[in-house]
């Protein structure tokens, strides 16, 4: 058996299993004891139902020996954020309310990846129904950061970036509504990609807000994210919102880069509350990409510093409405303490959500209740689509976009639960591509002096997928960053 086998990437265990030197129940078998060997530190799983991981694997090896592979990713396992249905399979989004739901069908993406032939490989811990960028919201457990276990994993899906991170699953997927794959990406040290809105499917994905979020890979390496979008992209009939649109190959733009490209550096992400060893970083990022003959371009988005405040009406506006079918009454928790209907919905409410999730309700329901919609849904409304023309804008001279992730190293847990305005600062960066429903991609680029990971965000064009993989992979290639693992 090879050495390390639970660091390889996709490519990598492609080959071995092509060539016969491992077999796909051999790798699940090794990342199993991997997940029970250092998840009781990180607390990346919700759950992990290892009979059916080695039943899956098992007729996976059958495939290959008949001859009969349903196509790359057959046998590779990949976990998924807590808040994908599959069928089956606990669905719990990390929450009080949904601790004993199973669903009865698939989400379209884990559908797609087990056609593929792909294993899903256990349910990852995230915060719950994905509000939250520390995973600390979980009701269940805090995720801690593989590089440093007093911190935090980040969030919404700190779960999947530190499975990764930590070996114990090759590729994972999670859900991006503000910045919940690339945040947490960023914070451990691996790849984590959102796609432009209407990418991916977003059916069986328990919604948050639904015009913000998205379905995305996590991954060890640029070519790996590309692999796992290939096969979860696409139009589906399923989800309206879901574009009708040819997806590209993903992975074989990475065999022949295009460049040198025109990158734009937004100088409002470079202002103040920027961690100065994270903006060295980037800056050095930056100017490595110069140095390869792309043009830089400094960017003004007048309107990014309204992002945060816009995000926090939209997206609760729309979780306030969305979260209103859990009331105890079809799948979700029951209070037993009720005395009528009226109560049954107040106390399964008032039992089954944590704190977070209440404080958006409530802020959700007050920015649309009548005498307030106008002067706070109705304008946020109106600054997102300014936002967006700020992207557009930017994008008639350059290709894509340069910045942080997250404008500093994972926090310790712990250190930001207290106060919600300072964890919502997390997403500064993040957000922005969300209400533009742009596509933007973490890779990571350095470690600051106490060794923690630093993500360059890249930011692109509407459907720009295959330049944003181009440009990271280029970037990764000549760097080591994202080979390098933490010692558990
Ligand atoms: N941290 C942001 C929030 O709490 C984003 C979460 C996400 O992208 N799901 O809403």
Redesign the pocket.
């Known amino acids: 058996m090879p050495d390390n086998l639970h660091f390889k990437t996709v490519t990598d265990l492609q080959s071995l299993l092509a060539g016969g030197e491992i077999s796909s129940v051999e790798l699940c078998r090794e990342l199993i004891d991997r997940k029970e060997a250092v998840d009781s530190k990180i607390q990346a799983f919700n759950s992990l139902d290892a009979e059916n991981v080695l039943a899956n694997a098992e007729a996976s090896d059958q495939r290959r020996a008949n001859g009969e592979l349903r196509g790359p990713l057959d046998g590779i396992p990949i976990g998924l954020k807590d808040v994908i249905a599959v069928s089956g399979s606990p669905l719990t989004c990390s929450s009080r309310m949904l601790e004993n739901f199973v669903p009865p069908y698939d989400a379209t993406v884990s559908r797609k990846l087990k056609e593929a032939g792909a294993i899903p490989f256990g349910r990852l811990n995230m ?1 719950e129904f ?4 520390s995973t600390e919201n979980s009701a269940f457990n805090t995720t801690f950061n593989p590089w440093s276990s007093d911190r935090v994993a980040g ?3 700190g779960g999947s970036a530190a499975a990764v991170s930590a070996g114990s699953v090759p590729v994972s997927l999670g ?7 690339r ?1 947490p990406a960023s914070f451990c040290g691996v790849v984590g990609m959102k796609p432009t809105y209407g990418r991916v499917s977003r059916f069986g994905l328990v919604a ?1 807000a639904s015009s913000l ?1 998205q379905i995305g890979p996590f991954g060890r390496s640029v070519a790996d994210v590309a692999q796992v979008l290939q096969s979860i992209a696409g139009h589906d009939p399923k989800d309206s919102t879901s574009i009708e649109k040819a997806v590209p190959g993903y992975p074989e733009i990475l065999q022949n880069p295009i460049g040198p490209w025109k990158l734009g550096v937004p100088k409002e992400y470079f202002e103040e509350g920027l961690d100065p060893e994270v903006k060295a970083c980037i800056q050095k990022a930056i100017d490595w990409y110069a140095d390869q003959g792309c043009e830089i371009q400094e960017i003004q988005m007048p309107n990014m510093d309204l992002a945060i405040a816009v ?1 926090y009406i939209i ?1 609760t506006a729309e979780a306030s409405s969305n979260l209103a079918r859990y009331d105890g009454v079809r799948y979700s928790h029951r209070s037993e303490q009720s005395e009528d209907a009226i109560d049954l919905y107040f106390k399964s409410r008032a039992e089954g959500f944590g704190e977070e999730v209440k404080r958006r309700i409530i802020l959700g329901t007050y920015v649309l209740s009548s005498g307030y919609y106008d002067a706070y849904y109705l304008r946020a409304q109106k600054i997102r689509t300014l936002i967006r023309e700020d992207f557009m804008k930017a994008y008639e001279s350059v290709d894509a976009l340069l910045t942080p992730t997250s404008p500093f190293v994972s926090f310790r847990a712990g250190e930001k639960n207290e106060d919600p305005l300072a ?2 600062l ?2 500064i960066f993040t ?1 922005s591509a ?1 209400l533009a429903g742009i596509p933007g991609i973490s890779v990571p680029c350095g470690f600051n002096s106490e060794n923690l990971p630093i993500g360059l965000q890249i930011l692109g064009k509407p459907f720009g997928e295959s330049d944003l993989l181009a440009i990271a992979n280029s970037f990764e290639q000549a760097h080591d960053f994202s080979s390098q693992h933490p010692d558990l």
């Open positions: 915060d994905a509000m939250g960028s969030g919404s899906s859900s991006d509504t503000g910045g919940s794959i945040q948050y979020d995000y997206a964890m919502y997390s997403d957000i969300n």
